[in-house]
């Protein structure tokens, strides 16, 4: 009974060391790929393409102006009638 201890004893110390060691050791570097070389791309059509999406984006801008304008004068005009209607409540409670 006594040499199975030992055994299982031996056997867990045995078990220990080599998970020790194990964990100890370097790890293995990681190798990567090489990055892929880009690809030359066309500059002009990368620059036409550029130059459409700015033209667009001041064509949207532009567009935009024009709805806050358009949003200014309605609220303006809501502000004009809320005074009206301020001035008219006045009046008729005094009438």
Do not use: C, H, W
């Not at 009974?1 to 031996?10: A, D, E, L, N, Y």
């Not at 194990?22 to 002009?44: C, G, I, M």
């Not at 358009?70 to 009638?81: G, R, S």
């Amino acid at each position: 009974m006594r040499t199975v201890r030992v055994f299982i004893v031996g056997v867990a110390i045995f078990a220990y060391a080599v998970i020790s060691i194990a964990q100890t050791s370097e790890p293995t570097p990681l190798t990567l790929p090489a990055p892929p070389t880009p690809v030359a791309a066309d500059t002009s059509k990368e620059q036409a393409e550029l130059a459409a999406n700015i033209k667009e984006l001041q064509e949207l801008k532009a567009q935009n102006e024009e709805i806050l304008k358009e949003q200014q004068a309605a609220l303006d005009t809501l502000e004009q009638l809320e005074k009206d209607a301020d001035q008219i409540r006045i009046f008729s409670k005094r009438g």
